[in-house]
């Protein structure tokens, strides 16, 4: 008899910790997840020659080999890029400022889940031709894999992977409307510069994802871009997106 009393009360003092548990927790619900914000990849550049400016009445003036931060640039090299400095945006002409190296923020942390969803249902509602979705994190370094109906609103992150992407003197292009054009298990790719041979190329917009083509400096990958305006991937997640991931997709490179 006693055995059994022992084990009744056992069995209550579980149950009322258990509630205890529950009324604690819906009284302290875990913390939502801040959304961050996202931008682009910033460079580092040298000013070719003087540059003075008037924005909203302040005058700036950038000095010939100047170090700058460039916050924008265009992947055709026409028009202007934008240089920040002392919290003013100043248009610089393209060929006025000596691309020089990134200035990724990978080191401060990848953006988390919540903001990566928002930034791809809520601030830019992407849609894409299957239940996949491609965003290429320039800043970050790292290439995010969605899931969903494919309308929009409704897309999961389900896989991140580290990738390097185009270098300051060849960067990738970016955009929100490249779509994977076709797949090679292996493919010679080149351009007016360069060629090789790659594999496992997914192609968009005339540029790629595809397998670490090798050489040394692969200890960039996820932390720096070095290519050669594709994108580069670890050979395990090159093979996965190659296999699981069909042409149509949409691919963003922001």
Not at 20 to 42: D, N, R, T, W
Not at 211 to 220: E, L, S, Y
């Amino acid at each position: 008899m006693k055995r059994i009393q022992t084990r009744a009360g056992i069995f209550i003092a579980f149950v009322l910790l258990v509630l205890s548990c529950a009324m604690f927790l819906s009284a302290h619900p875990a913390k939502a997840e801040e959304i961050q914000p996202v931008h682009g990849i910033y460079w580092i550049g040298k000013m070719r020659t003087d540059k003075k400016a008037t924005i909203n009445g302040q005058s700036v003036y950038l000095k010939k080999k100047e170090k700058v931060l460039v916050v924008s640039r265009p992947y055709d090299r026409q028009g202007n890029s934008i240089v920040e400095k002392d919290g003013v945006r100043i248009p610089v002409p393209y060929n006025s400022i000596s691309y020089i190296t990134d200035a990724c923020t990978i080191n401060q942390g990848d953006y988390n889940t919540t903001t990566k969803e928002h930034f791809v249902n809520v601030q830019h509602h992407l849609t894409s031709k299957t239940r996949y979705l491609i965003w290429a994190s320039l800043d970050k370094q790292r290439l995010n894999l969605f899931e969903g109906s494919g309308n929009g609103g409704d897309w999961k992150l389900i896989r991140v992977s580290k990738c390097s992407s185009g270098s300051a003197q060849s960067p990738s292009r970016t955009g929100f409307g490249m779509d994977i054009g076709f797949k090679k298990r292996v493919y010679r790719y080149s351009n007016p510069t360069f060629s090789a041979t790659v594999q496992y190329f997914m192609e968009f917009s005339g540029s790629g994802f595809h397998k670490w083509a090798g050489g040394g400096r692969k200890k960039n990958l996820g932390k720096h871009p070095v290519s050669h305006s594709c994108i580069r991937l670890e050979k395990k997640h090159a093979i996965w997106m190659y296999k699981n991931v069909p042409a149509h997709t949409r691919v963003v490179v922001y």
